[in-house]
Nanobody, 128 residues
């Protein structure tokens, strides 16, 4: 069973930066997308950034492009999310997900139901 272990959340002031990490205990079966999601109470999980391991490609939601950077260390089986110029609207629980079911969902990286493995979540709170 693959485990995704997150770290790096916390409380920061607006305008600051934060880096989240997500380490996988082993390679997933498909080893394709590793994606960061965030969720606020009462809302669905929003896919914010994804890394496609086979090609080294990265994808971003329009809402975060330019401020969020996703990166991977394949040797460590770890994905990172650097968040710059934090805003109050970035306050959310952040999750990483892995192993997208491409056969069923195609390349829709931002769809939460498409992923098999999830981290426990880490809270990011941005204060003004």
């Amino acid at each position: 069973q693959v485990q995704l272990v997150e770290s790096g959340g916390g409380s920061v002031q607006a305008g600051g930066s934060l880096r989240l990490s997500c380490a996988a205990s082993q390679y997933t079966y498909r080893r394709n997308y590793m994606t960061w999601f965030r969720q606020v109470p009462g809302s669905e999980r929003e896919g914010v950034a994804s890394a496609y391991t086979p090609e080294g490609s990265t994808y971003y939601a329009d809402s975060v492009r330019g401020r969020f950077t996703i990166s991977q260390d394949n040797a460590k089986n770890t994905v990172y999310l650097l968040i710059n110029t934090l805003k109050s609207e970035d306050t959310a629980m952040y999750y990483c997900a892995a192993d997208l079911d491409e056969l069923k969902y195609g390349d829709n990286w931002s769809l939460a139901p498409a992923y098999r493995y999830w981290s426990q979540g880490t809270q990011v709170t941005v204060s003004s």
